[in-house]
């Protein structure tokens, strides 16, 4: 499975985008979806993740509130929409995916993670 994501650019302190991230092939509702983030010299880190049924989800604290996680259309596809952004958010963003026996496993590492997409940058103007 092969992962594109898309979206990222260049906003102002307080705008709004919209993440998408895209399967190669259709996963349905067997993989799970999330949302990492890696700032300029610091590690990966998690901002969001949905289980594979769409109905679980989990948030970073620092985006709860301001970032919504969800699957699209044929389930293959998961967007991000980030809201009220700061320059803290400035970050390549990386969606990940990862085949799940259960409907409502959400995972938070990404080390849990098996397939990765390429990333997109997201630029915060203060």
């Known amino acids: 499975v092969q992962l594109q994501a898309s979206g990222g650019g260049l906003v102002q302190a307080g705008g709004s985008l919209k993440l998408s991230c895209a399967a190669s092939r259709r996963t349905g509702n067997m993989h799970s979806m999330g949302w990492f983030r890696q700032a300029p010299g610091k590690e990966r880190e998690f901002v969001a993740a949905?289980?594979?049924?769409?109905?679980?989800?989990r948030y970073a604290d620092s985006v709860k509130g301001r970032f919504t996680i969800s699957k699209v259309g044929a389930r293959n596809t998961v967007a991000l929409q980030m809201n009220s952004l700061t320059s803290e958010d400035t970050a390549v963003y990386y969606c990940a995916s990862n085949y799940e026996r259960l409907m409502d496993t959400v995972r938070v590492t990404p080390n849990e993670y098996q397939f990765w997409g390429q990333g997109t940058l997201v630029t915060v103007s203060s």
């Open positions: 949905v289980s594979r049924n769409g109905f679980n989800t």
